[in-house]
């Protein structure tokens, strides 16, 4: 007897093993938990790649800086080079002085900035830009008298060679001086200026248009063509009273 309930053990014992494990069903909340439930990333994975955004992000802005001053760089060059040339060009063709004192009124008046031709023809009336004789100074004055010409004026009238020439550029002046009782240009002529009866080779008599008070020829004499700068042939400043003679 006792021999078969050992059998019977046994194989209830075995039974056991055989038998399927029992799987319990899970609440629904539980698999709402581990279905919410996620997998977490490793760290160091998101901060490598942030650093490599910020890396980028610097790159492109050392590129950008350095492409500015790459830039500035260039325009500096330009403009060192544009001022290096127009200050070539000024000391042979042109020249762009500004105007000194009250010689000049009513065409020209004082801080006025003038273009100079330095290789403009020199002629009866035009503007010239000159050295004074005896100083370092410098003026804007009008070529009145050429070499070879006899130059007078009676009465306010201008001869050139005994002919009477109309100046245009002061005939306002002219007469509101005259309906004064006065004289615009008071009466000379080359003979009392220099002794001789024509202007010389190589001389130019400069007058200003302010005659009444213009230093010029009648007080410092006949003017070198090699002193005479150039000729005045555009007033640029102000902008507003841009004017070609």
Known sequence: MESRKRTVKKKKSHSEQVKKPVHKKKKPQEQKKELSVKPIRP????????????????????????????????????????????????????SLPKVEGY???????????????????????????VRIPGTKEKEVRRIIGLPGQKIAYKNDQLQIDGEDREEKFIFDE???????????TDDFSIFTLTG???????????????????????????????????????????LHLLQSF
Request: no cysteine; aromatic share 8%; hydrophobic share 40%.
């Open 103 to 129: 010689s000049m009124v009513p065409t020209l008046r004082e801080g006025d900035r003038v273009y100079v031709n330095k290789l403009g023809k020199l002629k009866t009336f035009e503007l010239v830009y």
């Open 174 to 184: 002219q007469q509101t001086s005259q309906e004064n009782g006065r004289l615009y």
């Open 43 to 94: 760290k160091q994975k998101v901060k490598r790649s942030n650093k490599s955004k910020k890396a980028l992000i610097e790159a492109r802005k050392r590129r950008k800086k350095q492409k500015r001053k790459v830039l500035l760089l260039e325009l500096l060059g330009a403009v060192v080079i544009a001022g290096f040339l127009v200050f070539i060009l000024s000391i042979f063709l042109f």
């Open 196 to 238: 001789a009866s024509e202007i010389p080779v190589g001389k130019y008599l400069v007058l200003g248009d302010n005659r009444p008070y213009s230093v010029d020829s009648r007080q410092y004499g006949l003017v070198d063509e090699k002193d005479i700068i150039g000729v005045v042939e555009m007033r640029l400043l102000p």
